[in-house]
């Protein structure tokens, strides 16, 4: 009797024993590697994450289509730049997942030390930098390309966000300072010259200070400055000016200036309604340049067409919807300034990339966030976007300080 109890207390155990591995696994995701437990989230915070997943993995099938051909006949091997970009996206999702982890305090804290390392690395750059198609935007160090310029986005968020976010608080000689800072970094990456970076950070910070309740006259005089230098820079530099004079009239220098955007609007058009098929583009084939970088987005809508590029369109839709929300219920000044400027350089730059790609802008060396190869905007851009979702867990209001910096009460 005694050997048929032990057997059906056994066979119990083994029953039991795979509910009791699904409770553990997610006790351990719950209380050890999420900051906040999965259903706790705000239901914001739970789509910007599914979305920033789903936007990263199809960047690897965009990128892998994309850049197959031309990895197989300079490099040898297909898939070449996807193991690459793979390893970056791995690393820049470990980044995601300690800042994520991070309070945003804390964050705050580190913002003006990583913006000044910044500005010495971008600096830098004009006497150590090397230099590709006319501009001078990267330091070799042994293996590893640095773009300065792409991986100081998300600590000019955080330092614009805790300047704008006290503005009335402060007094004049910290805001001097600071707006000096800003547009120092933004002289030193339009004398690269990047004219698409220094504008998009432009952008960024004055909708952070438009957000933050400046008064507007002040704002309007600030964007007129701001495209009287672009012009000056514009006419100052014969390789920008003639991209300005190439998106006026491609067809005036198609084989040279007018050429990159020619050959991606041929993309574009080709893709028709529905597009020809995954994998199935043609301009990427020998003729559309830069078509794992900054033409990324004719690619796509060659081979998705039409109905797949408003796809597209509607999913940044949704991702700017989705920011607002969250920006509507952070519970103070600091993580909503950080919000409203996260979601402007996640969906101002993918709309710009756009822009460019079919026309609308004059051509500019900017990549696709999350899509385009390239470890540096990959890594800025998930930590931008974990510092999205930062403010989202943040703004439930269950993060309590404690011992294990972890978890909640209400």
Same mark, same amino acid.
């Given at each position: ?26 006790? +351990? ?9 999965? /259903? ?63 309070? +945003? ?15 010495? +690395? ?85 909708? @952070? ?54 050959? /991606? ?81 996640? @969906? ?40 999205? @979702? ?21």
């Amino acid at each position: 009797m005694s050997n048929i109890s032990n057997k059906k207390i056994q066979s119990k155990f083994k029953r039991r024993n795979p509910t009791q591995s699904k409770n553990l696994l997610g006790n +351990l995701i719950n209380n050890t590697i999420l900051p906040l437990p999965w /259903s706790f989230w705000p239901k914001e915070g739970r789509l910007i994450m599914g979305l920033i997943a789903f936007w990263s993995i199809s960047g690897i099938f965009i990128l892998g289509s994309a850049s197959w051909w031309v990895a197989t006949r300079e490099m040898g091997e297909g898939a070449y730049y996807i193991k690459r970009q793979l390893i970056w996206l791995i690393a820049s999702w470990s980044i995601f997942y300690i800042a994520i982890n991070i309070n +945003l305090k804390n964050w705050l804290r580190l913002s003006g030390t990583c913006l000044f390392i910044g500005i010495v +690395l971008i600096t830098s750059t004009s006497f150590f930098g090397s230099t590709v198609n006319g501009s001078t935007r990267w330091l070799i160090i042994g293996p590893i390309q640095i773009q300065p310029s792409e991986l100081i986005k998300p600590f000019i968020i955080l330092q614009s966000a805790k300047l704008f976010g006290q503005w009335e608080r402060i007094n004049s000689e910290k805001k001097i300072f600071w707006l000096t800072i800003f547009a120092s970094i933004i002289i030193l990456i339009i004398k690269q010259p990047n004219l698409s970076t220094a504008a998009l950070i432009g952008i960024l910070i004055w909708m @952070v200070a438009l957000a933050s309740g400046i008064n507007f006259r002040y704002l309007f005089n600030t964007a007129i400055s701001g495209v009287l230098i672009g012009s000056i820079s514009i006419f100052l530099n014969s390789y920008q000016l003639n991209r300005v004079m190439s998106f006026i009239n491609p067809w005036k220098d198609p084989q040279g200036s007018g050429y990159q955007l020619i050959q /991606s609007l041929y993309a574009i058009g080709s893709g028709g309604l529905f597009g020809e098929g995954y994998g199935l583009s043609m301009q990427k084939l020998q003729y559309l340049p830069y078509r794992s970088t900054d033409f990324i987005f004719a690619v796509f809508a060659e081979e998705f067409g039409f109905i797949g590029s408003i796809l597209l369109l509607s999913f940044l839709l949704v991702v700017a919807y989705l920011t607002l929300k969250i920006s509507i219920n952070c519970s103070n000044n600091y993580s909503k300034l950080i919000s409203i400027g996260s979601g402007t350089i996640l @969906v101002g730059q993918s709309i710009m990339h756009i822009a460019v790609s079919s026309g609308a802008m004059p051509t500019t060396g900017l990549p696709f966030p999350l899509i385009s190869y390239g470890g540096n905007s990959l890594i800025s851009s998930l930590l931008i976007a974990a510092l999205l @979702v930062r403010c989202s867990i943040e703004s439930s209001g269950l993060l309590i300080k404690n011992p294990s910096n972890r978890l909640l009460t209400r």
